[in-house]
C-alpha cells in the first residue's frame, strides 16, 4: 500500500449518495440490482463476489454505524454513517491496493484495522498489519507493519515506530465511565516448527505507538490467552510436546494456578469465554453422545460445572456469550444448533427479539445493542434464512411507532430469495447404525421423488462441521444451476457430539468414506437424485478422490480441489516442499486422527488416492491453487502424473497465486463457470 494508504478511490459526496441509496432505501426491491430475465440463471458472481455488507458494528455510544463493503468500487473499504445525521456518511478507509481485513471500535471517535491483498491471494501467508483512524477519516497511524519493511506511515512527535509484521491483535478491552481507550493488548509471536510455538502479550498504546511487554510471570510456551473485557489476562494454555496446561488468575491474584493438566486428545474441557464477575465458561461432553454443552468452571471442585448453562440437543453447543459494551453485563447466550438462535437473560432484550421475529417471520434475526435495555437503545438487527443471505435494519426504542425498523440495506443485492434453494437436515443411518445427518440444499419446485442430477459436496476439514441452516454460496450457486445439494456429516465431523468426531479416528479411506457413501445410496433410494457426481475440497476433495477409486457404481464424475491425494506426504511432510503443518501436529495429532505413515503403512497406501489412481477410471475436475501451504501443490502434480500415467487425464486448472481456497474474485467465477460446465457434460442439464 505503499504511496497510495489513504488515498480515496470515490469521491466523498459519491460515498455518501450511495449510503444514502443503501441505507435509506423506501423497500428491499429497491437494494437490488437490476432483475434477471425470468429465464436467465444468475451469474456466478452473484454468488460470489463480497457481499455488499461484510460486517457491520455500532458504536459504543450507538451513534455510528461502521461497515465494511465493496459496493460501489473493487475493493473493500470501511465506512461511518452517522445516525443521529440522516444521509451523513464518511468512507474512512479506502486503498488502491489493499482491501480492509476486519476492525473494530476504539471508542466512538476511532477505529481499528487490518488490511491484505485480495487480489494476490495469498492470505494466508500475508500479515494484515493493524491500523488506528478517526471516524472522519483522518488521524492515520500504522501501529503494526504489514510487511517487514520501512514504515508505511513516518511517525510524527515522539510516537514509536510501528512493531513488525509478527504482532497480532489480541483483545481491545472495554473503556470504562469517561477513560479514554488508548491501550490495546497485541501478542509478538515466537515461531518454530512450521508456527508460532508461544504469544507474548503486551499493552499497545494507539496515541504514542509504545509497547510494553505484561509481567506476567507465566511458563513459557503460551500458545493461546483469555481475557477479560477490561484486557485483563486470566488464562494461559500451554503446550508441550503432546500435553496441554490451562494456568489461571483470578482478579485480585498474582500468582497463576494450573487448573488442568493432561495428555492433548483426553480434554475433559476446553475453554470458552472469560466472564467480568470472575467466572470462567467451558465446554464439556455431556450424555451418551458426548454432546459439548456450555457450563461454568467450578473452581472450588477443579471441574466444569455437572449442571449445562447452555446445551442444544442434538448438536455441539457453538456460540457466544453477550455481555453489555458498558456495564460488562451478562445479557445473553448466542447458539447455533441446526440455526442460530439467542436466548436473552435480560427481559427487555427477550421482548424486543419477540417483537422483531413477529414482524420477520421465519428469519434468524440476530440483534446487536448499544446501551442495552434502555428507552433509547439502538438495536442493529441482521436478518437472514436459508434462501435470503439477510438484510440490516436499525431499530430505536425511542422511535416513533410508525417508524419502527428502519432497512439499511441487502446483504447480496442482486440475488432473489424466492429463486434460492432450502435448506434442511435429515439423519439417516450408516451401515453400522451410525446416525448421520445430511444437509440437504433443494432448488425450488424440486421434491424426493423428481429424480434428476445431484452433487454430494464433501465439506474439508474434516475434524469440523459442513451445513447450516444458512444462505450458502457453494450449495446456492450448484442449486441454481438445477442440482439437489447433499452435504452428509460423516462420522469424524465435529459438531454433534465427541462419539460421532471420534467415529472418525484413522477412518480416512475407510468407514468415513463408507459414510458418503451410504449417504449417495441413501439420495438415490429416496428419489432425490437418479444420477451422482461427487465434489469437495480440502479433505473433501480427498474423498472425492476416494469416492471415485472405490465407488465408480455410484458416481459419474468428481471434482477435487485442493485435495490431499498423498497421504504420506501430508503425514510425513518433505525438506523441500513447504506447508504450514507444525512438527508437533505430525508427531501426535495426526498420528491419532489419521495413522503412522511407518506402522501403518500397509493401510494408508490402500487409502491413498496417489497409490490407488490406477484405480480412478471416472472423470475428474483437479484444481489447485499453485501457493497453497496447507496441502502443497505437489499433492496435484503428482496425482495428475500418476493419473496420466494410468491412461486417465484429469481436467487440469491451476491458479496461481492462490492458496487454499481462492481470494481473487476471478477465479471464484472462473472456478464455478468450470463446475458448472463440468457437470452439464456428466451430470446433464436439469
Same mark, same amino acid.
Given at each position: 500500500m505503499r504511496g497510495v494508504l489513504g488515498r480515496f478511490l470515490v469521491a466523498p459526496w459519491l460515498v455518501a449518495l450511495w449510503l444514502v441509496a443503501l441505507c435509506w432505501g423506501p423497500s428491499v426491491a429497491s437494494a437490488q440490482a437490476p432483475a434477471q430475465t425470468p429465464a436467465a440463471q444468475p451469474a456466478a458472481e452473484l454468488f460470489f463476489r463480497p457481499a455488499a455488507v461484510l460486517k457491520a458494528e455500532l458504536s459504543p455510544s450507538g451513534k455510528r454505524l461502521a461497515?465494511?463493503?465493496?459496493?460501489?468500487?473493487?475493493?473493500?473499504?470501511?465506512?461511518?454513517?452517522?445516525?443521529?445525521?440522516?444521509?451523513?456518511? +464518511?468512507?474512512?478507509?479506502?486503498?488502491?491496493?489493499?482491501?480492509?481485513r476486519d476492525f473494530n471500535w476504539l471508542d466512538d471517535e476511532r477505529l481499528?484495522?487490518?488490511?491484505? *491483498?485480495?487480489?494476490?491471494?495469498?492470505? +494466508? +501467508?500475508?500479515?494484515?498489519?493493524?491500523?488506528v483512524i478517526g471516524v472522519d477519516g483522518q488521524g492515520l497511524r500504522e501501529l503494526v507493519m504489514r510487511r517487514f519493511s520501512s514504515p508505511l506511515v513516518e511517525p510524527r512527535g515522539g510516537r514509536a515506530p510501528p512493531l513488525e509484521p509478527d504482532h497480532m491483535l489480541l483483545h481491545v478491552p472495554r473503556p470504562g465511565a469517561g477513560v479514554a481507550a488508548d491501550e490495546i493488548v497485541v501478542g509478538k509471536m515466537r515461531w518454530g516448527g512450521n508456527r508460532w510455538t508461544s504469544v507474548e502479550p503486551m499493552r499497545l498504546n494507539?496515541?504514542?505507538?509504545?509497547?510494553?511487554?505484561?509481567?506476567?510471570?507465566?511458563?513459557?510456551?503460551?500458545a493461546q490467552w483469555w481475557f477479560d473485557s477490561q484486557g485483563q489476562p486470566r488464562l494461559a494454555l500451554v503446550r508441550e510436546e503432546d500435553r496441554r496446561r490451562l494456568h489461571w488468575r483470578g482478579a485480585g491474584e498474582t500468582a497463576w494456578r494450573v487448573i488442568d493438566d493432561r495428555q492433548i486428545g483426553s480434554e475433559a474441557f476446553w475453554p470458552h469465554s472469560v466472564g467480568d464477575s470472575g467466572e470462567l465458561f467451558v465446554t464439556r461432553s455431556d450424555g451418551p453422545a458426548g454432546l459439548q454443552v456450555l457450563t461454568r468452571f467450578d473452581f472450588a471442585s477443579g471441574a466444569p460445572s455437572p449442571t449445562p448453562f447452555v446445551s442444544t440437543p442434538g448438536f455441539d453447543f457453538r456460540g457466544g456469550v453477550i455481555a453489555d459494551h458498558d456495564s460488562g453485563r451478562l445479557l445473553g447466550v448466542r447458539v447455533n444448533a441446526d440455526a442460530e438462535t439467542t436466548v436473552w437473560l435480560d427481559p427487555e432484550l427477550k421482548r424486543v427479539q419477540a417483537w422483531i421475529d413477529e414482524?420477520?417471520?421465519?428469519?434468524?434475526?440476530?440483534?446487536?445493542?448499544?446501551?442495552?435495555?434502555?428507552?433509547? &437503545?439502538?438495536?442493529?438487527?441482521?436478518?437472514?434464512?436459508?434462501?435470503?443471505?439477510?438484510?440490516?435494519?436499525?431499530?430505536?426504542?425511542?422511535? =416513533?411507532?410508525?417508524?419502527?425498523?428502519?432497512?439499511?440495506?441487502?446483504?447480496?443485492?442482486?440475488?432473489?430469495?424466492?429463486? &434460492?434453494?432450502?435448506? *434442511?437436515?435429515?439423519?439417516?443411518?450408516?451401515?453400522?447404525?451410525?446416525?448421520?445427518?445430511?444437509?440437504?440444499?433443494?432448488? =425450488?419446485?424440486?421434491?424426493?421423488?423428481?429424480?434428476?442430477?445431484?452433487?454430494?459436496?464433501?465439506?474439508?476439514? =474434516?475434524?469440523?462441521?459442513?451445513?447450516?441452516?444458512?444462505?450458502?454460496?457453494?450449495?446456492?450457486?450448484l442449486a441454481s444451476r438445477g442440482y439437489v445439494v447433499i452435504e452428509p456429516e460423516f462420522r469424524g465431523s465435529a459438531g454433534y457430539g465427541r462419539r460421532h468426531l471420534e467415529?472418525?479416528?484413522?477412518? %480416512?479411506?475407510?468407514? &468415513?468414506?463408507? *459414510?458418503?457413501?451410504?449417504?449417495?445410496? %441413501?439420495?438415490?433410494?429416496?428419489?432425490?437424485?437418479?444420477?451422482?457426481?461427487?465434489?469437495?475440497?480440502?479433505?473433501?476433495?480427498?474423498?472425492?478422490?476416494?469416492g471415485l477409486i472405490q465407488d465408480p457404481d455410484l458416481f459419474?464424475?468428481?471434482?477435487?480441489?485442493?485435495?490431499?491425494?498423498?497421504?504420506?506426504?501430508?503425514?510425513?511432510?518433505?525438506?523441500?516442499?513447504?506447508?504450514?503443518?507444525?512438527?508437533?501436529?505430525?508427531?501426535?495429532?495426526?498420528?491419532?486422527?489419521?495413522?503412522?505413515?511407518?506402522?501403518?503403512?500397509?493401510?494408508l497406501r490402500e487409502v491413498s488416492p496417489l497409490h490407488q489412481a490406477a484405480r480412478l477410471k471416472r472423470p475428474l475436475l483437479l484444481v489447485h491453487g499453485e501457493r497453497d501451504r496447507r496441502v502443497p501443490f505437489a499433492h496435484a502434480e503428482r496425482m495428475r502424473k500418476a493419473l496420466q500415467a494410468a491412461g486417465n487425464e484429469p481436467e487440469w486448472v491451476t491458479y496461481p497465486g492462490e492458496g487454499h481456497g481462492w481470494l481473487k474474485l476471478a477465479n471464484h467465477v472462473d472456478f464455478a463457470n468450470r463446475l458448472e460446465a463440468f457437470f452439464g457434460k456428466h451430470l446433464g442439464q436439469p
Open positions: 461497515l465494511m463493503t465493496a459496493s460501489g468500487g473493487e475493493r473493500v473499504g470501511l465506512f461511518v454513517w452517522s445516525l443521529d445525521d440522516a444521509g451523513k456518511a +464518511q468512507q474512512v478507509a479506502r486503498f488502491s491496493d489493499g482491501d480492509v481499528l484495522f487490518s488490511v491484505f *491483498d485480495r487480489s494476490r491471494g495469498l492470505m +494466508q +501467508q500475508e500479515a494484515p498489519g493493524l491500523y494507539v496515541r504514542t505507538g509504545r509497547a510494553q511487554l505484561l509481567d506476567l510471570k507465566t511458563p513459557d510456551n503460551v414482524r420477520f417471520p421465519g428469519m434468524v434475526n440476530r440483534l446487536s445493542c448499544r446501551r442495552c435495555g434502555a428507552k433509547d &437503545m439502538v438495536v442493529l438487527v441482521r436478518s437472514s434464512s436459508d434462501r435470503d443471505p439477510g438484510h440490516l435494519w436499525l431499530w430505536r426504542g425511542d422511535a =416513533p411507532p410508525d417508524k419502527p425498523a428502519q432497512l439499511l440495506g441487502r446483504i447480496r443485492p442482486g440475488l432473489d430469495p424466492e429463486r &434460492m434453494a432450502s435448506v *434442511d437436515v435429515v439423519r439417516i443411518a450408516a451401515r453400522d447404525g451410525l446416525e448421520l445427518p445430511v444437509w440437504l440444499t433443494v432448488p =425450488p419446485g424440486r421434491k424426493a421423488g423428481d429424480k434428476g442430477p445431484a452433487v454430494v459436496l464433501v465439506h474439508g476439514g =474434516p475434524w469440523s462441521r459442513g451445513g447450516a441452516w444458512e444462505w450458502d454460496a457453494m450449495a446456492q450457486f467415529a472418525g479416528n484413522r477412518q %480416512w479411506g475407510r468407514a &468415513m468414506q463408507h *459414510d458418503i457413501a451410504d449417504t449417495a445410496r %441413501w439420495a438415490l433410494q429416496q428419489g432425490w437424485a437418479d444420477r451422482l457426481c461427487i465434489a469437495g475440497g480440502s479433505y473433501g476433495g480427498y474423498s472425492t478422490l476416494m459419474r464424475c468428481g471434482a477435487a480441489w485442493v485435495a490431499v491425494a498423498d497421504l504420506f506426504l501430508f503425514l510425513e511432510g518433505s525438506w523441500w516442499i513447504d506447508d504450514d503443518i507444525s512438527r508437533e501436529g505430525r508427531r501426535y495429532d495426526l498420528k491419532r486422527l489419521v495413522g503412522d505413515p511407518e506402522a501403518d503403512a500397509a493401510m
